[in-house]
């Protein structure tokens, strides 16, 4: 049975320790954070301190705060024996002193209070060395079906291509949002829309599945939606993304 | 019983199609369409011709056509007595000439043999007039819960709203697909992270769920990530869209 310690008690954490806590072959010995206030909720399914010079020897340490904090927390592992591995997309995995090291980085966007089931998430594993790999792949296992062998240069293409994904589409959907308020509509209306936009990418490429006034390169549709947008930020936005849908099958039409 | 006759056979006559010979509420009479081939899958279904001089008399015509044809088919359609309607988020009502005409817009996004269940769909209609009005509403609530009144002018911001709802995230899914493809990573590693941005709607507005580099104003990362960008287009779309998303939380930052 693998003994982990985690430290903090941030999105990220609060998921791991909840997988870890009902995984059957690893054993959530410790949690380690500074505030104890969001210590206190894990009493009971492991130990928790907010002294970092009291933690437990464990087999694997993870380190599940922000990317800034990385190195400093890192720091205070040193003097241990175990796999020291943290759970960043865009972090080196030098940016950890000790010897044994590695990144265990789940590609998920993690929301305060909301508790996924890892079993689909993709365990993004690397270490310093084998023994440590075969730890991580131990570890991964033991929560979700997914664990894959990722080096520090795919990782942080990965973090890239996440941004797009999830950062970029969100903010796109506020802006959806934004045109719907300003006309007294619930964006309760587009939610079936986006969900099956989505949905239709497990049968379809997003390069075939692209659809709208640009993709026919309909240049009416698009000044009159240009008409519609009061913001000049979203016109901008809207002409962008719009030339480069066209850029992409311009072969095509 | 309502009697309906639907004009056209593309991607959202079909999925209509399949709704209305469903339900119990309206009488699928006829399919009209210019091609024959894909008017013989429906054989059996409704009466189906290519003759557009020998359309049945109905409660309601549906014309499910291009935006661009829906003038032209309207026409053919100038002597009957039933409601006109069309089924676009981008034309107005008035593109019908008959007295008797009204708009029966599905808002999703429907694709080739890909069959959806209608009742969660959002049913835009507008009509002329009221009694045009009621029927809408009964076609509606026939395949779907949600019938809404759209007027033309909150009909053509929603088609913009889901412009950027669905057009153009798929655009970003795409970008996110090309940066992966290019490091040899498939993009299968990214749908349960896409598939969470779009569950976390259903609890959190797309405001409150913005993470990120740009969220967190991470000058760092973002220009880490501009040099890892190797398409001019792609590094202008991620700084334009990073801005918008540090403006939108400027005065919280």
């Known amino acids: 049975m693998l003994s982990v310690v985690i430290l903090g008690t941030g999105n990220v954490a609060e998921n791991l320790i909840h997988a870890l806590y009902h995984s059957k072959q690893a054993h959530l010995l410790q949690i380690v954070g500074r505030k104890q206030h969001a210590l206190n909720k894990y009493t009971g399914k ?30 205070k592992l040193l003097g241990k024996q175990g796999l020291v591995v943290h759970t960043s997309g865009a972090t080196s995995m030098h940016s950890i002193s000790s010897v044994n090291k590695g990144v265990f980085y789940p590609l998920q966007t993690f929301t305060k209070e909301r508790i996924l089931d890892f079993t689909n998430i993709p365990i993004c594993v690397e270490a310093s060395n084998n023994q440590g790999l075969e730890l991580l792949h131990k570890l991964g296992t033991s929560i979700s079906s997914q664990v894959h062998e990722i080096s520090s240069e795919q990782r942080e293409k990965l973090h890239l291509a996440a941004v797009f994904a999830n950062n970029f589409s969100n903010h796109l959907f506020h802006i959806s949002e934004m045109v719907c308020a300003k006309e007294g509509l619930s964006f309760e209306l587009l939610k079936p829309l986006i969900l099956e936009t989505v949905q239709k990418l497990e049968s379809l490429s997003p390069y075939k599945a692209q659809t709208g006034p640009a993709r026919r390169k309909d240049i009416p549709s ?13 016109k901008k936005l809207y002409t962008l993304l719009s030339e480069a849908i066209m850029k992409t099958y311009e072969k095509e039409l």
Chains 1, 2 share one sequence.
């Open 46 to 75: 492991a130990k928790i301190t907010s002294n970092f010079e009291n933690i437990e020897d464990a087999d694997i340490y993870i380190i599940a705060v922000s990317d800034s904090a990385i190195q400093m927390v890192a720091e």
């Open 222 to 234: 698009m000044e009159k939606h240009l008409e519609l947008l009061p913001d000049e930020e979203h």
